[in-house]
């Protein structure tokens, strides 16, 4: 059992920079993908950024490519997204998931393949 729970969530400027982050309480992160996820209102939850167990390999939304950075601390336990050039339309909320690595060239972005997500953190970018 993987319990995530994300903070950093705040209300910023566009254009503010913001850096949202993950701690997992378990007794290693380093067998697990970690991904980011986020759920505009009145809209589905989608994929934003994701990295692999090692932090090798890292894989962006298009939109918030070369905006975004996603790393991990795995003695730490903790996943961050640094957040940068903000746009009103990242405005979410922010999952933080969990998932074990098998096909995750194929698979990065599906959702149904994670098995442990956060609570969420509420991201308001004002104009």
């Known amino acids: 059992q993987v319990q995530l729970v994300e903070s950093g969530g705040k209300l910023v400027q566009a254009g503010g920079s913001l850096r949202l982050s993950c701690a997992a309480s378990?007794?290693?992160?380093?067998?697990?993908?970690m991904a980011w996820f986020r759920q505009a209102p009145g809209k589905e939850r989608v994929f934003v950024a994701a990295i692999s167990e090692t932090g090798t390999k890292t894989y962006y939304e298009d939109s918030v490519n070369g905006r975004f950075t996603i790393s991990r601390d795995n003695a730490k336990n903790t996943v961050s997204l640094q957040m940068n050039s903000l746009k009103p339309e990242d405005t979410a909320v922010y999952y933080c998931?969990?998932?074990?690595?098998?096909?995750?060239?194929?698979?990065?972005?599906?959702?149904?393949?994670?098995?442990?997500w956060g609570q969420g953190t509420q991201v308001t970018v004002s104009s």
């Open positions: 378990v007794r290693t992160l380093r067998y697990y993908v």
């Open positions: 998931a969990s998932r074990y690595p098998s096909n995750l060239d194929s698979y990065y972005r599906a959702q149904e393949t994670y098995s442990y």
